[in-house]
Structure formats: C-alpha cells, structure tokens
C-alpha cells in the first residue's frame, strides 16, 4: 500500500516501468488479501479448505487470478527492462505509458479468465473422482493446465531477457573500452542487473517451487483426504506462506531499491513529521 501511494502521489513516477511496479503492488496486496481470506475460513471452518465446498471457489479463484497476475507482471517488467536496453541498440523501440497501460490491463483480463474458470463451470463440485487433494473443490486437470505453462513462462521468459539485458551492457562496455573511455557507468549497471536478476530468480524458486512440486503431486497421487492428513496440508500451508513471502519481496526487490522511490519515501515522511510539529505548535 505505501508503494502504491506513493508512485500515485508523485508525479515523477509516472513513467511506464512506475505504472508496471505499482500494478505489481496491486497485485501483491490482492495475493496477501484472498490468502488471509483463505486463512480466515481454515480457522473458522478447516473441514471446508480440506474436503472442499462451494464457499471455498470464489477464494481460490481470487487467489489463483492474483498469483497469475503477479507472474505476469514479473514476465511484464523484464520485458520492459529488455527494451529500455536495447532502444539504445535500436532507436524504433519505445515503450509508452499507454503501452504500459494497455499491458496492465491485458494482464489482468488474462489473469481473471484463467483464475475464474472454476467460477464457470471447471470445478469438481459433483465428480470426486478428478478432485484435487490439497485444492478441492479444484480440479487436478485444471491445475496442471494452470500451473505448468505460467511456471515456463515464469521462468524462461525472465531468463532471457535478464541475460540479454547483460549481454547488451557487455558489448557497449567493451565497444566504449575499446575507444579509451571509461566503463564504471556500464559495469555497475551490470552488476546491479545481475544482482536483480538473481534476486529475482531465487525469490520465484524457492516461492513457487513448493507449489509446483505440490501440484504434479497431486495430480499423481490417488490417495483419499483422510490419508493424507496432515501432512500434505501443513505442506500446502507452507507453499501459501512461501507465496506470501514472495508478495513481501517483490516490492523489496523491485521498488524499494529504486533510489528515486525511496528518497520520495524519505520526503513523504519528513512532510508528515512537519505537518504533525505544525499542528502540535
């Protein structure tokens, strides 16, 4: 909420990887929102997040549309940060706040129609015998096909355009050290891309990997509920925590660092530190 409040306050931010971070946010807090949801009735009534109900589908789809939402945005940023790299190379590329716009907008169609299709219909509500174990009323097939393209995308995606944005910076920073001239500009931009990339990787390895790993068990396994408590559910409480993790990161990692958003932090703060002296005197 605070990285959403600021990148809307401060006009300056308004560029079109800003709209990317803060769409980003969005999504997280709609990931930490329908988790405590999910929390919430496994507290009030555990029977219905282990047997499975009909209260228990408009959560899990707000959940799945959320996570969604929030690869996509990943895969977005990576893009844009590709581009923004190599217009250099090729002055025709030009990503826009309407390009930018537009992209949000696409990803969250794409997110909602994939996490609501439990929602219309794709559920095993009356068929047990496709049922998910850990995600019931979901079913298994439904998961797969959720799961195992958004985990490639997730993944190769990220990869490419990162190495590519490395592999740029390398050749302008021997091109220019081939000239005499200095290179520190171009070799700490590769260093930092480097270190986010890598943050990045591992941040989205060790949160989605459970969960992957949780879902081909499901769909493997042909066990009953009853024989798989508890174990396999304190096992998927523990892939929704590494998830939870993951929305805390993101804004760690991508807008936190960024030293324009944290010095308008640091300003939005001593503003209200004077406002609240100016109205105490």
Known sequence: CTVIFTRIMTKDLHKPISILFCNLALSDLFTSFSGFWISVLFITNPDITIFGSEDMLAPYALYTASILSTIYNLVSIGIERYLAVAKIMRTRIRVTRNHSIAVVLTNWVLAFL??????MGWNCLHSEKYSSVLYSPFCVNYLIFIAIPNVVIAFLIPLFTYLRIIIILRKRKLRMKACGQA???????????????????LLALISYAPFFAGVILD???????????????????????????NCLGNPIIYTLKNKTLAAKLKALKCISINRLRACTI
């Open 114 to 119: 994939f996490g609501c299709l439990p929602l």
């Open 183 to 201: 290179t520190g500009t171009y070799k700490s931009a590769e260093i930092q891309v480097a270190r986010t990339s890598i943050f990045i990787w």
């Open 219 to 245: 769909a493997t396994n042909y066990q009953c509920h009853s024989d798989l408590y508890p174990g396999i559910y304190i096992f998927r409480n523990c892939t929704a925590m590494l998830i939870t993790i």
